[in-house]
């Protein structure tokens, strides 16, 4: 079964208004075709207005029951994880497990810098995202949880109620250390489409599957892009966009420094452009829509392509 989810990035400034209603009112367009909603988990970028992803997470949830939420992707840098672990069991048992854990090893050392976080190595921030992992399944599978590790630990911790099912944890990312760890931890790896970005990291997170003999089959393959269908097709933009100044900011490989995949400009085309990834083996999709008439379009004519 192909799931589609919907990307809740910054309004634009001419839908910015009222946040609040803006992204409830793109919730309410999409509620009954999309089945999860994502907020990306940045605390600025330079002046323009950013919401907390945690906080906003939980006020949507309470909101729109029909969706499962997550994050793409959580900075593992900025919440401790035996922390986040609480966070997440009791946001679990808030909504009746409509959680899916997003977590990355973080990558905008401006934001890190400006809050007062330390911004180690690339290599060291992968170490600690595959030691939060652990802390996060510890704290959820065992009463009390212990974890000794080289950047993290917890000592007899409790974390009550602990989930009632396992949370899935999502992680995102395309640099060898990086795959490993996806390939090891993850119930879904995910990294952004076309099929021409996204075969090579795939063939890659293939084979580190294969090295520590995981079964492909029980990962959720999962890419993310754009939907824009303007009225004039012409409109369309013929030129990639980036939504990042500098790409050379993220050695790690995480989400930053890659160009924008918008598919369109019509329907046909997105059911065109989707089927390469969906044939692969992609069944999660999580996707930003540049204005509502495209959310509309995308629900009535390409989702049911799909099945």
Same mark, same amino acid.
């Given at each position: ?6 990307? #809740? ?30 907020? &990306?988990?940045?605390? /600025? ?12 997470? +939980? ?13 793409? %992707? ?5 919440? @401790?994880?035996? #922390? #986040?672990?609480? /966070? ?15 977590? !990355?090893?973080?990558? =905008? ?6 809050? !007062? ?6 290599? %060291?921030?992968?170490? =600690? ?38 949370? &899935? ?9 990086? /795959? ?13 489409? &076309? ?8 063939? #890659?997170?293939?084979? @580190? ?22 009225? @004039?097709?012409?409109?369309? &933009? ?6 990042? +100044? ?15 995949? %918008? ?8 059911? =065109? =452009? ?6 692969? !083996? ?26």
């Amino acid at each position: 079964m192909i799931e589609f989810g919907i990307q #809740l990035g910054a309004p634009s400034a001419e839908e910015m208004g009222d946040r609040r209603d803006y992204l409830r009112s793109l919730l309410e367009h999409g509620e009954g075709a999309l089945r999860s909603a994502w907020l &990306p988990d940045h605390l /600025m970028k330079g002046d323009r207005p950013m919401l907390e992803g945690w906080t906003t997470l +939980t006020y949507l949830a309470a909101e729109f029951p029909a969706y499962t939420f997550g994050h793409t %992707v959580l900075s593992q840098s900025y919440r @401790n994880p035996a #922390l #986040l672990a609480k /966070m997440a069991a009791t946001f679990d048992y808030l909504t009746d497990g409509r959680l899916v854990l997003g977590i !990355g090893a973080g990558w =905008q050392a401006d934001e890190y810098a400006a809050y !007062g976080y330390d911004y180690p190595s690339a290599g %060291v921030r992968i170490e =600690q995202l595959s030691e939060a992992i652990d802390v996060l399944r510890a704290m959820w599978t065992r009463s009390p949880a212990t974890y000794e590790g080289k950047h993290y630990h917890v000592r007899g911790a409790y974390c009550e109620p602990r989930p009632a099912k396992p949370i &899935p944890i999502l992680v995102g990312g395309r640099k060898p250390k990086f /795959m490993r760890v996806a390939a090891e931890k993850a119930d879904i790896w995910q990294w952004d489409g &076309p099929i021409e970005r996204y075969r090579v990291p795939y063939d #890659l997170f293939v084979a @580190n599957c294969a090295e520590i003999g995981r079964d492909l089959r029980t990962i959720t393959l999962s890419t993310s892009g754009e939907i824009y269908f303007p009225a @004039n097709p012409a409109d369309f &933009p013929t030129e990639p966009t980036s939504s990042f +100044t500098d790409p050379a900011q993220d050695p790690s490989g995480s989400f930053a420094g890659e160009l924008d995949w %918008v598919m369109g400009p019509t329907p046909a085309d997105a059911i =065109q =452009q989707l089927r390469p990834l969906i044939e692969l !083996g992609v069944t999660h999709l999580t996707l930003y829509f540049w204005d509502r008439r495209s959310l509309d379009l995308f629900a009535r004519e390409v989702i049911p392509a799909f099945g």
